[in-house]
């Protein structure tokens, strides 16, 4: 079953009104296939939310880097998933490796706000992905099926739902996850995802990759079959690989993928 390709932006905590805004307006003007070929979205810092969501073309989406588990209260510094609707956002990041390691966001704690987040009709893109020892150690399945399992336990529609797996070990270690060993993953989940959750889920779910990516090794892992495209947040994608996206992808203008991952237009 064909699965559209997906490319994800984070900026995570990057940018100043006017940045963003000229990055908007480059968004805009760039040549891009149909979005029945590609979704595109782009996640800027909450603060940028409004204007980016009311100012970017309407065949590209947004999404928050993150929100709470429940509907609102004492919770200082928090952004509620109902917040996010009301201001017509509508995807969210959640279980992002830089909050699961800096904040200690557990399985189960992913797995609610992910629960919540669709319960009031947010797209979520889920990360899930294994450390450095973890996958030297041999238990790279063992942690990601249980990081996927602790969202399986608490949703039971998939449709809006994509898993980002990001080995956290490629991304600033020095080393390098081969398409080989990123396919090797995306299959054993959807393998997971088949007997856990259900056939028509593992066919239809999309898992893209959030590891390291550059020009050595875009256009490979994006022909990977179980690769169903990127979320981008490192400043190592390089103008090469986006030369090689868009040979993938056919019309993507260099400006349009240039300004999708934030870093290299800073």
Request: contains cysteine; proline residues 4%; neutral net charge.
């Amino acid at each position: 079953m064909a699965r559209k390709f997906f490319i994800g932006g984070n900026w995570k905590c990057n940018g100043t009104l006017e940045e963003v805004k000229k990055i908007v307006s480059m968004l805009n003007e760039a040549e891009i296939p149909s979005e029945n070929v590609v979704e595109v979205v782009v996640s800027p810092p909450f603060v940028f939310l409004p204007l980016v969501e009311s100012s970017l073309r309407p065949d590209f989406q947004v999404a928050a880097q993150n929100c709470w588990v429940r509907k609102g209260g004492a919770f200082t510094g928090e952004i509620s998933a109902e917040m996010l609707v009301n201001l017509g956002i509508p995807c969210v990041i959640l279980g992002h490796s830089e909050r699961r390691s800096l904040l200690n966001e557990s399985n189960e704690f992913v797995g609610d706000k992910v629960a919540h987040a669709l319960s009031v009709g947010l797209k979520v893109i889920a990360c899930i992905g294994e450390t450095l020892q973890q996958r030297e150690s041999g238990s790279t399945m063992a942690v990601v099926a249980a990081q996927t399992k602790a969202i399986a336990d608490k949703v039971s529609n998939w449709a809006n739902v994509v898993l980002a797996y990001e080995p956290v070990w490629a991304i600033g270690t020095g080393k390098v996850a081969t398409p080989g060993q990123a396919q090797e993953v995306h299959l054993e989940l959807r393998k997971w995802l088949h007997d856990s959750v259900g056939a028509e889920v593992a066919a239809t779910t999309r898992i893209i990759y959030g590891g390291s990516v550059n020009g050595a090794n875009c256009r490979e892992l994006a022909a990977q079959p179980d690769i169903d495209g990127f979320l981008v947040g490192g400043a190592s994608l390089k103008v090469a690989c986006l030369l090689s996206l868009m040979k993938r992808h056919h019309s993507f203008s260099l400006a349009f993928l240039f300004q999708i991952f934030w870093p290299l237009a800073r």
